[in-house]
């Protein structure tokens, strides 16, 4: 036994006190204090955080960042997540090959589904087995259809008009999303998950493609060759290379502006939404509160919108040689060149909702509350503390660990040691051989996991590569990299094979290993197990059965999910096929969906056996993660007014001339720092909303 692996097990036995109470560790601890990872150099940037923390809050709510009415918010109004039941459903595009990516199915309700379907309770959930507890049992239905955000038309962009809210577009007939002769609002081909806690985590998406560094132009980093940020330098405009580690909320906001299911008309660039925006007023057509804790002090008289601009707003907010200088910063379709601030408009958009959404911290649940010696809050019922106790004994919080509960946060902010190395991959044994007999050692990305949802051929989700072909996942990058040791890695992260759960040492011999050349003397006390896989070997295990001996559980991966207010996040998953706790409980509780994933996590999403009531007091457990602030959207949950579409009109009626069905609307009003009236009422859960 190496030292190493003595003393993480004389840690385990140390962390795991008091023992007669937590088997397998003591609770994630609360949230409060707990700080937002640091922008390094972001006040080079940001001169005055407060104002780009009101342009943030104001761009992600204003309808006129989209091509046609669609703002950030639109996907993210209800505890940060998308709450609307009709045009929600999206035929399984990512199903690639297969018929049904592009055809709806009828649903479990016997509903027809497809475009403009109002969702039922009985919809849900959207795999089905004859007894829910048993995966092995017969399934009663599938499908690839999934629960998405309805976005935006089909529809190319031409130009913007700084006085029309709707951007120039020619639009052309959807083979998809249509009612008769008449587009639909195309759906987005995963579930929305909610930006309340989004600043803790490392990466953003389902997949991880929204980099921690931020390019200044696109959700890429250091991948993106073309990306940067416009500057002067000698009196020539040239664009500078940037990377603004854990700025991966930056990363994520700039993807859905220009993402032509999302918010845009097909090659609409971020420049072009900047000449749409700067002149406006900020919000200039929507209600805000005159209480709003962020805005109301710039609420315009009118009652609708902001008294500044956009481009007072950056001023206020930015330095100056990123948005005061002259000259020709890149050309618009129609050859009129760009200013500087249009030009480095994805910078401002990026940072400023970065900065806003480190403000949707909710820290403030039942769970945070004062705790006795068992490491229990005091104000926990029975019932809450069982449904705590089997979230620790069935191994829960392996994966939603930390104060977020979640491991796709920054590793900083769950682990307690002061480390200096983050480890982001991991060598583990999360699932079994491909035989069913033992225990198999893969490279995981830390934060993602493998619980069999769907088949992998639905989605590939963290296995995907991105535009240029590399692997969004570190591992993928990591085993290419090992195969040409001149190659580096697509990320700038460090991978150290002397942290692994399982090193390489266990199971390959000193002849098959060299030395780690990215230890530099990071391994004290353990270099013995500072080796990586000879490139000729790496080549020869992936040519493997399940990949040998270097399997990569990557898969239909997918990030996993703060637990924060699961309460009001629904539908459940990267695919919206639950509409309740109860249902997601049940998926656990038969481990999975049994989809014939030979990387499943079976070592922890197995059968559990749980009794109905230990399910619900698990669901009971669950609820105590609501804060209230969230629920009654106090501050700095309140928000402006916004109209989110929802739906169509039958297809006589008609917009943008006469090829797009009519929206119908859901009308979100404004609410002030103080939070929901007793009239409004508290925010529902998903499920709550169907029985409606």
Sequence with gaps: MTRRVLFLIVLAISVALPAAVWAHGVPPGSLKGVQVPRVPQLRRYVTDRQAAIRLGKALFWDANAGSDGMACASCHFHAGADHRLRNQLEPGGRHLGAASMATFEALPSGGTGGTNYTLKADDFPLWRFNDPNDRDSRRLFTTDDLVGSA?????????????????????????????????????????????????????????????????????????????????????????QRILLRNASLASQAVAPLTNDTEMSCTHRRLADIGRKLLTRRALESQPVHAED??????????????????ESLIQSSFARRYWHSTGAFGFSADGTPFTQMEANFGLFFGLAIQLYEETLISDDALFDTKRGRDKVPVAFSEQQKRGLTLFMN??????????????????????????????????SGFNEEGDGVDVARTLVDVGYTITSVTPVEYDRGLAARDLWGRPLSFSGQYLEMMQNPGSTMADNVDVLACEFSIPFTTDFNSAELLPDPATRGR????????????????????????????????????????????????????????????????????????????????????PQNMSPQDQADLVAF?????DERVRWEKAPFDHPGLVVSHGHLNQSSAQFGDQNAEDEFLVIPPVGKQGRTTEQGPLQSFEQSLSH
């Excluded at 049940?586 to 989809?595: A, H, K, S």
């Design 151 to 239: 976005g935006t038309f089909k529809r190319h962009f031409q130009f913007v008009d700084g006085s029309h809210a709707f951007d120039t577009c020619e639009t052309g007939f959807d083979d998809i999303y249509h009612l008769g002769k008449r587009n639909t609002r195309r759906v987005t081909d995963r579930n929305a998950p909610t930006v309340i806690n989004a600043a803790f985590n490392f990466r953003q998406f389902w997949d991880g493609r929204a980099n921690n560094a931020f390019n200044g132009e696109s959700e890429w980093g250091a991948r993106d060759p073309d990306a940067g940020v416009w500057i002067v330098r000698n009196g020539t405009p040239i664009k």
């Design 293 to 310: 804790s962020v805005l109301g002090q710039l609420a315009d008289d009118s009652g609708k919108g902001l008294s500044q601009t956009y």
């Design 394 to 427: 069935d191994h829960c919080f392996l994966c939603h660990l930390g104060p977020t509960l979640s491991s796709a946060a920054h590793p900083k902010v769950y682990n307690t040691q002061q480390a200096k190395y983050i480890k982001l991959v991991d060598r």
């Design 622 to 626: 669950l609820k105590t993660l609501t």
């Design 523 to 606: 391994c004290q006390g353990y270099g013995e197990l500072a080796r990586r896989v000879q490139p000729a070997v790496v080549r020869s295990e992936l040519n493997q059965p399940f990949q040998g001996r270097l399997g990569s559980s990557l898969n239909a991966a997918f990030k996993i999910p703060t637990l924060r207010n699961i309460e009001l996040t629904g539908p459940y998953m990267h695919n919206g096929s639950m509409k309740s706790l109860e249902e997601v409980v049940q998926f656990y509780n038969r481990g999975g969906n049994n989809v014939g994933n030979p990387h499943h996590f079976e070592t922890v999403v197995f």
